[in-house]
């Protein structure tokens, strides 16, 4: 039923931002279809890789209805609405359902760090407040600070809109309890492209990918051979992307990635503030792989 509902290859979206650090709506419409076109099952807008910590909540909403328009019918759209704060969560969350979007994907709580019955509370009360929007979790303790412990998934995974869970912990044991405490309905996404295989292998269902900007064909075949049975074909795509995998996140992510689309020609712009340019001799390192895989 997931896989119906989102698709194998989500990309986790970049925010193109103008010069003057604006958001560039068309930018955004432009690489959306794009993204649609080269593999994309869903486009994930305003997540960790969009810079959602430094987008206003009016931006995200425009952001929202510019990817809606541009891939209607041809891929779905996840919106990232989730807060540290429940209440801003909900308000947000409302207010995506009502575009029609296809889910909305809802982080781990950052900073306040609370425990499993505080992360329980709060996703089931989100939930609850937006019933008809499918709802994935999102765990990823390295941004958070907070692991969201598979005991807690299984019980969210029993609400009829929490259907999926991004795991980006990098915990192989946390994935499989998931799959082993849940329906087969309920979907596993890998937050981590170089854990894709290793997540499917263990009952996954796809990938949110960042990757997937550059090569979501090939990332769809890798899949596609796995889920038939042709391991070691999609083992031997997987190999021949690892360097790509290393090096988009060779510092933090967006970083490599953004800088990547302005190597291929893409308006994307740089990052907000916290976040900062890739150093000469990274961005030489990211070129280089993009190069040797024919990228550029």
């Given at each position: 039923?997931t896989?119906?509902?989102?698709?194998?290859v989500?990309?986790?979206?970049?925010?193109?931002?103008?010069?003057?650090?604006?958001?560039?709506?068309?930018?955004?419409?432009?690489?959306?279809?794009h993204?649609?076109?080269?593999?994309?099952?869903?486009i994930?807008?305003c997540?960790?890789?969009?810079?959602?910590?430094?987008l206003?909540?009016?931006?995200?909403?425009?952001?929202?209805?510019?990817?809606?328009?541009?891939?209607?019918?041809?891929?779905?759209?996840?919106?990232?609405?989730?807060?540290?704060?429940?209440?801003?969560?909900?308000?947000a969350?409302?207010?995506?359902?009502?575009?029609?979007?296809?889910?909305?994907?809802?982080v781990?709580p950052?900073?306040?760090?609370?425990?499993?019955?505080?992360l329980?509370?709060?996703?089931?009360?989100?939930?609850?407040?937006?019933?008809?929007?499918?709802i994935?979790?999102y765990?990823?303790?390295?941004?958070?600070?907070q692991?969201?412990?598979?005991?807690?998934?299984a019980?969210?995974?029993?609400?009829?809109?929490i259907?999926?869970?991004?795991?980006?912990?990098?915990?192989?044991d946390?994935?499989?309890?998931i799959?082993?405490?849940?329906?087969?309905?309920?979907?596993?996404?890998?937050?981590?492209d170089?854990?894709t295989?290793?997540?499917?292998?263990?009952?996954?269902?796809?990938?949110?990918?960042?990757?997937?900007?550059?090569?979501g064909?090939?990332?769809?075949?890798?899949?596609?051979?796995?889920?038939?049975g042709?391991?070691?074909?999609?083992?031997?795509i997987?190999?021949?992307?690892?360097?790509?995998?290393?090096?988009l996140?060779?510092?933090?992510?967006?970083?490599?990635?953004?800088?990547?689309?302005?190597?291929?020609?893409?308006?994307?712009?740089?990052v907000?503030?916290?976040?900062?340019e890739i150093?000469?001799?990274?961005?030489?390192?990211?070129?280089?792989?993009?190069?040797?895989?024919?990228?550029?």
């Open positions: 039923m896989v119906e509902l989102f698709g194998r989500i990309t986790a979206m970049v925010t193109p931002f103008a010069e003057d650090g604006s958001v560039d709506y068309g930018v955004a419409e432009k690489l959306a279809a993204l649609a076109e080269n593999g994309s099952d869903g994930l807008v997540g960790t890789t969009g810079e959602s910590p430094t206003t909540w009016s931006e995200e909403y425009q952001l929202f209805q510019v990817v809606q328009k541009a891939v209607r019918g041809k891929a779905k759209v996840i919106a990232g609405t989730g807060s540290n704060s429940t209440r801003e969560a909900i308000a969350t409302q207010k995506a359902a009502k575009l029609g979007l296809d889910g909305s994907l809802q781990v950052y900073y306040n760090k609370p425990p499993q019955a505080g329980e509370l709060h996703f089931r009360s989100i939930a609850l407040a937006c019933p008809d929007l499918p994935m979790l765990n990823i303790p390295s941004r958070t600070g692991n969201l412990q598979p005991e807690t998934v019980k969210l995974a029993e609400i009829d809109n259907v999926a869970i991004k795991e980006a912990s990098g915990n192989l946390n994935v499989s309890q799959r082993v405490n849940t329906s087969e309905s309920f979907g596993i996404y890998s937050g981590d170089n854990l295989l290793p997540i499917l292998s263990v009952g996954g269902t796809g990938v949110i990918s960042v990757a997937s900007h550059l090569v064909d090939k990332l769809q075949k890798a899949i596609g051979n796995f889920v038939v042709k391991t070691a074909e999609a083992s031997k997987h190999g021949e992307l690892l360097s790509l995998f290393k090096a996140f060779c510092i933090t992510n967006p970083i490599p990635i953004k800088a990547a689309l302005t190597m291929q020609g893409w308006n994307v712009g740089s907000r503030p916290p976040l900062c150093p000469p001799d990274l961005k030489a390192k990211l070129e280089k792989v993009l190069q040797e895989l024919a990228l550029l």
